[in-house]
C-alpha cells in the first residue's frame, strides 16, 4: 500500500527454515514509452519497490535480522529483441548489493531469455530463467530451465538445473540436445 510495505519481505517457513523474500523492479523505458517508474510506491501511494541497490542492500540487511535465509526476486534487465543483449549494469549492481548485504540467492526475470548463473560472495545469482509459460517467441527465447537451489541455514549450498524448451506456450522437458544455446548461456561466470 506504501513504500515501506513495498520493501518489506514476505516471510516463509519451510523445513524449519526461515526464508524470506524481497522483490524489486529495475526495467529501462519500453520502446513504446511505458516508464515501470510509474508504478514505484510513495509515502501515500501503492506500487513496486525499485532496485536502487543502497535500499536493496538495507532491505535484505533488516530481513536477515528476520530469517535465516533471503532471497531476492529481481525483475530487471532488457527484454529480448532482434539483438540480445548482456546482463545490464542496473541487473548486476542490485544482484550484488543484495548478495554482498546477505541475500543468499538473486532471481532474475524480464529479458524472457536465458542469462548467465553466477556464484557471487558465496551467494548465487541467476540473472534470468528465461521464459517458463509464455508463446509467442522465436528462437533462442524457447530455451528455459527449472533452477533448483539447495539452501540452509548458513545460505546458498548448492544448484543444479533442469533444460526445459517452450511449446506452444508450455514448458517440456528436454535435454541440452534439443535446445538452442542453453549450455553457453547458463554456464558459470566467475567475476
Do not use: C
Not at 536502487?52 to 540487511?61: C, G, N, S, T
Request: charged share 15%; hydrophobic share 45%; no cysteine.
Amino acid at each position: 500500500m506504501n513504500a515501506s510495505q513495498a520493501h518489506q519481505p514476505v516471510i516463509l517457513e519451510r523445513n524449519g527454515l526461515r526464508l524470506a523474500f524481497l522483490a524489486y523492479a529495475n526495467v529501462p523505458v519500453e520502446d513504446g514509452g511505458f516508464d515501470a517508474r510509474t508504478w514505484i510506491a510513495t509515502d501515500y501511494l501503492p506500487g513496486i519497490a525499485w532496485a536502487y541497490p543502497e535500499l536493496v542492500k538495507a532491505d535484505v540487511i533488516a530481513a536477515k535480522k528476520e530469517a535465516d535465509v533471503v532471497i531476492v526476486l529481481l525483475h530487471s534487465g532488457y527484454e529480448i529483441t532482434t539483438i540480445i543483449p548482456g546482463i545490464s549494469q542496473d541487473q548486476r549492481l542490485a544482484a550484488y548489493a543484495a548478495i554482498d548485504a546477505g541475500a543468499a540467492l538473486v532471481i532474475g526475470s524480464h529479458p524472457h531469455f536465458l542469462q548467465p548463473i553466477e556464484v557471487y560472495h558465496g551467494g548465487l545469482i541467476a540473472y534470468s530463467l528465461g521464459n517458463f509459460v509464455f508463446d509467442d517467441y522465436q528462437g533462442i527465447a524457447n530455451d528455459s530451465i527449472i533452477l533448483h537451489v539447495v539452501l540452509t541455514q548458513a545460505g546458498f549450498r548448492s544448484y543444479e538445473w533442469i533444460p526445459v524448451q517452450i511449446t506452444d506456450g508450455l514448458p517440456e522437458m528436454t535435454d541440452l540436445d534439443n535446445t538452442l544455446a542453453i549450455s553457453t548461456l547458463i554456464a558459470p561466470l566467475n567475476p
